[in-house]
């Protein structure tokens, strides 16, 4: 019997076909597509024909099908629907995955294929997207360290296995660490509480299965009750719980592996002939070297502290009027901000809810594409890996374009955070492929399902992500959708975030979820108004997270990186009522995974552009104008990483922005 994940999909827009693939499928269909993938490769290094693009790096390019059908649908439920069998067989993939790609990139006759065209490059007569595609093969071969010989590759092979383990290890403590931590709650513990904060605890109450409403460790769920919540011990007893995941000691704790793998991506940097990890890392970015990125967030922490300073004086006054001496602590800001909040903006997030349906704001950022770019968006009826994903049929005059799935809503077997992946890229080669194209976010359930303002700019920034995938319009996959450097991939998401504070989009799609009216105009402009309130904080926690991670990196790795970070924190003047966003034990971008290694920063790089980006349509037409739609699509959400990114942003605006509009735009400095 063919293995359903192997097989032909006959499924609509062969997608994967969920309802027929077991647990029990995944292992002897990753060693069969792996065997088939080394097959594939084999022939490719062996082949005595001399190296010709299209028998090498083509060949390269179309290598693989099996492992990526098998890859893209194991990741995708590992990380938002998992389970003991799919932790364990996480667990058991990432060496042999490591150990896979690995035995390609040290493959030393194949390598030397690759290095034979790079040397003759300018004989070959390629096209522009051609000799893109084979500078990064190159590139990613010497980066890869297909150029050691001898103990030092060896060596290399053994640091990229363990650094796999390390990831899945760290990934799945903190998993455990929130799902199994919760906090009862008594009917007077739910006193002071809106509607929607306690309707979501007694709900998370049941699906674990509690007697009575409970808090969990699910950001939908702890920060509307850290906000919300009078009762200030159970605050601090949720946010400590909260602060320490991957801290708690045991076989969770994840400290020793952040030491583990800072130290041997440091030997990889200098196996490489790199002085530091960030240098390495750093190479292939925007950004180029440490010092860059490092100026940029000091340009933003100064004024950034400056306004957080000022605001923990105002809300350690309003806590001293409630009688409660002693220092504004981390518990206290999100309660305070929100009471601020209130009597500024007289702006109450209960009240403002139910005017942000999540299906109002699915359609809101359904509708701005399709006044961007032409698309639209038809619900599929197909069976998907969990109940609660959607999906849509994607087009444009008629012609299809994508799928795309949403999975909104969290749960106890769901990462944290929120992602875009593509479950299948967009290529023209080997063969015409749309792309599959999934977001998967965590918001609370609910009937409906209500979002505080920062969830449906988190479903708009996703979106963003999204768009670029679905855009794409390029021949290779390597290159194709979000195949761009770190510090530009998160430009897009964040642009996308700008419509939703349209005020003619709201106007449309914020409807009570009651009545249906439209949010009332004096709403409107108090949301508007109230857009970078608490921007301070909120910059202070991202900023001080960046500069960890830079640190981390940036020279020697520290033995004890928990003594690292309170280091650098002490260095910049965090202040004491303001954690990191990501403190180490939980920093999954850095130490999931090597994507945002050294490159947390590319938020903030992004946003630089992104602000400067959406004032190139607000001096045109207008948010909607479709001369800067069309640029922005053919010169970023189309391209992928056909071209520099440099290049692609310059293409677009004409000029590279400075830092002063992302000041403006988080209300940093006087517009």
Known sequence: MTNPILSDWTTPFEIAPFADISDDDFAPALDQAMQAHNTQIHAIAKNPQLSTFANTVEALEAAGEQLDKVLSVFFTIAGADSNAKREELQRAFSPKLSAHFSGISSNKALFQRVADLWDHRDELDLSDEQARVLMLTHRSFVRAGAALQGDDDARMQDIKSRLATLGTSFTQNLLADERDWYMDLSEDDLQGLPDFVTDTARAAGQEKGAEAAIVTLSRSLIVPFLQFSPRRDLREKAYRAWAARGANGGETDNRAIAAEILALRQERAKLLGYGSFAEYKLETEMARSPDRVRDLLMQVWEPAKSRADADAGLLTQMMQDDGINGPLEAWDWRYYAEKRRKAEHDLDEAVLKPYL??????????????????????????????????????????????????????????????????????????KVQTPVVINVCNFAKGDPALLSYDDARTLFHEFGHALHQMLSNVTYESISGTSVARDFVELPSQLYEHWLEVPEVL????????????????????????????????????????????AFHDGDAPADPMAKQAEVLAEIGMPQAISMRHATPHFAHVFAGDGYSSGYYSYMWSEVMDADAFAAFEEAGGAFDPERAKALEENILSTGGSREAEDLYLAFRGRLPGVEALLKGRGLVAA
């Open 357 to 430: 349906q999540l299906d109002r704001m699915i359609e809101a950022s359904f509708a701005c594409a399709n006044r961007l770019f032409g698309l639209e968006f038809a619900p599929l009826d197909v069976a998907l890996y969990h109940p609660d994903c959607r999906a849509w049929e994607v087009t444009r005059k008629g012609r299809h374009v994508a799928v795309f799935i949403g999975d909104y809503f969290a749960r106890g077997s769901k990462r944290s955070g929120a992602w875009c992946s593509a479950m299948r890229a967009q290529a023209k080669f080997p």
């Open 507 to 550: 106007a449309e799609f914020a409807t009570h979820a009651e009545t249906g009216e439209p949010m009332p105009q004096e709403m409107l402009e108090k949301v508007l108004q109230a857009a970078n309130f608490d921007q301070g904080f909120q910059t202070v926690e991202y900023v001080a997270s960046a500069l960890v991670d830079l």
